[in-house]
């Protein structure tokens, strides 16, 4: 193990977890090529299976009718302390989260000109976002209304490999330079979810398997809020949870839906929400700040609140 493996030169005892995330934060950005020496390097709050924490860089690009800022892969730090426990040095740790973000953004750069193509229709996917915390950010953003304060803004998929999903998300001016008319924007989005990604609805660990909760996600576990959106998956949900269903938007990469009948009051709900939205750093990962209800017969999502008739029967024809 190598000497910028300990907290200091004249220490035999390997950094802290928190340590390890205070010297990566500070020596970070030493480390990025001069390629990317325009990039911001920002720190993202994600829940996933565990809230994590790791970082990822912007980078200022031209589109053919504006301004944007490509965003790079999530690099997580607790993936990246296990690399240093496991041996490597805290710079050799540096030096490959450098090059994976690196990498990443060469292979923007070899398809940037292909910015006009049609095939740009086929890469816009949809994303959920809070409209009340991102006011500002969606000022100039392409975007349509689903419910609560959740909204279905678009990011167009750059690439996508192993390492990530490299995009940025749709601006209002783009529009006339790519072949999308506004009309058909989000039917043609979830179409496009639909064939990129599959659909996952999983339990989380020591809960009820018939009462959940359960995440809805994608299998890159990127995006996967948007998921709710597809017929095929309210369907499901309805058929599996057997009542009407309570929708968490918790993140822009999953939501959390649970039986009404575990969770009928809809400030403990909100509350719920809230908590878990405590932690977050950037507002962008917010799906949405109001729960969300669904009819499980009609599949129709409306905000959760005391105007809802509240009707947990189980359906007479579901095993029980």
Known sequence: MSE??????????PMSFEAFKDAFKKEFVHYLPASLADAEIKEQTVQKDRLRTGISVLMPVATPASSSALGGPVLYYDDMYKMYESGASLSEVMTEAAH???????K??????SFNLDDARNMIIPRLISRSANADYLENKVFDRFEGDTVIAYQWVISMDETGIAGTCLEKDLLGSINVKREEIKELAIENMERLFVSKIRELPFTDPDKGPFIVTNNRACFGAAMILSDAIREELAEQIGEDVIILPTTKDE????????????????????S???????????AGTMPLFMDHKSLEVRPFDHDIEINPDIDEDMDI
């Open 4 to 13: 910028s493996n300990y907290t200091n030169p004249g220490s035999r005892e």
């Open 100 to 106: 994976i973000f690196d990498d990443a953004f060469k």
């Open 108 to 113: 923007f750069a070899t398809i940037t000109p």
């Open 255 to 274: 939501c959390m839906v649970m039986p009404v009948s575990e969770i009928p009051d809809p400030e403990m709900a909100a509350g719920l929400l809230n």
């Open 276 to 286: 878990i939205h405590m932690g977050f750093d950037d507002s962008r990962e917010i």
